[in-house]
Nanobody, 114 residues
Framework: QVQLVESGGGLVQPGGSLRLFCKAS????????MGWYRQAPGKQRELVAH???????NYAESVKGRFTIARDIATDTLCLQMISLKLEDTAIYYC????????WGEGTLVTVSS
């Protein structure tokens, strides 16, 4: 059974930084294209960062230059380094394959607030 467990969220001031982690069952992170998604209150879930199985990355325009997606194949962990956080980055963040599986983890809440 697939498991996706996100962690690392929290409350941070504008301009601050956070690092999110995703631990997946099996070898999902090291095998498949992976993405970080987020869902802000009242909005649809969106893909913000993507890493291909060969390591190339893509970012949504809204986070480009501020977010960095990476993975550790040895531990099968997906990470999202976020800097210069803005109020509009407040959301629940999820990891999943890209395109996503039907299963979603619980996500990790990132709140950017002064």
């Amino acid at each position: 059974q697939v498991q996706l467990v996100e962690s690392g969220g929290g409350l941070v001031q504008p301009g601050g930084s956070l690092r999110l982690f995703c631990k997946a069952s099996g070898s999902i992170v090291s095998t498949y294209a992976m993405g970080w998604y987020r869902q802000a209150p009242g909005k649809q879930r969106e893909l913000v960062a993507h890493i291909y199985s060969i390591g190339l990355t893509n970012y949504a325009e809204s986070v480009k230059g501020r977010f960095t997606i990476a993975r550790d194949i040895a531990t099968d962990t997906l990470c999202l380094q976020m800097i210069s956080l803005k109020l509009e980055d407040t959301a629940i963040y999820y990891c999943n394959t890209n395109p996503p599986l039907s299963y979603w983890g619980e996500g990790t809440l990132v709140t950017v607030s002064s």
